[in-house]
């Protein structure tokens, strides 16, 4: 598998290495944690190391601490830093009605609810709430994805309407 190939998704990449044993924080990108189950095989985007294998994972402050069979030293996994994950497609979660993934999201316009261009959604922070990054001609301002303020989403436009209160833009 590699990164470029149709079909597969990144769902995280090893943010570095933790204690001596191989384990490794990964960076989880969305809501993927499901992707990281136990004996779950994972492709990569590293020539010389298609696949991993996880052993075990489980929450972290800075992502989630995993151990894959294929890495057993601390040297190792630092020279993995940087690896994405990935998965097939088809192998994600099915979404609920008003769920979006990164990439649905990312490129999309942003217009206020008055019709002004605002900006372009140029990235996702997710955590306990979840922000949009829109970079406006200002520079990037993080917007709490919440409905109050994230009004519409139109994938198949390519938009997102936003109702900031005074001071957030």
């Known amino acids: 598998m590699s990164a470029n190939q149709e ?3 990144k769902v995280g990449y090893l943010r570095r290495a933790h204690g001596i044993k191989g384990a490794v924080i990964v960076a989880v990108l969305g ?4 992707q990281f189950r136990r ?3 994972l492709g990569t985007d590293r020539d010389g190391l298609p696949r991993l294998t996880v052993l ?7 992502g989630l ?6 890495i057993s ?3 190792r996994a630092e020279e993995l830093r940087g690896t994405s994950l990935l998965v097939a497609a088809a192998d994600r979660r099915v ?12 490129g999309l316009d942003v217009i206020g609810s008055d019709g002004a261009h605002i900006g372009e959604v140029t990235g996702l922070v997710t955590g306990p709430q979840d922000r949009l990054v829109v970079t406006t001609g200002d520079g990037e301002r993080e917007v709490p994805f919440v409905a109050a303020i994230v009004t519409e989403v139109d994938l198949r436009s390519g938009f997102v309407v ?8």
């Open 73 to 75: 030293e601390r040297d």
């Open 162 to 169: 936003l109702d900031p209160p005074d001071g957030l833009l």
């Open 39 to 41: 004996e779950r095989v």
């Open 31 to 34: 809501d993927e944690t499901g």
């Open 56 to 62: 075990a994972a489980s929450p972290h402050r800075d």
């Open 7 to 9: 079909g597969f998704v």
């Open 95 to 106: 979404l609920e009605e008003d769920e979006y993934r990164p990439e649905q999201l990312i």
């Open 65 to 70: 601490l995993v151990t894959f069979a294929e």
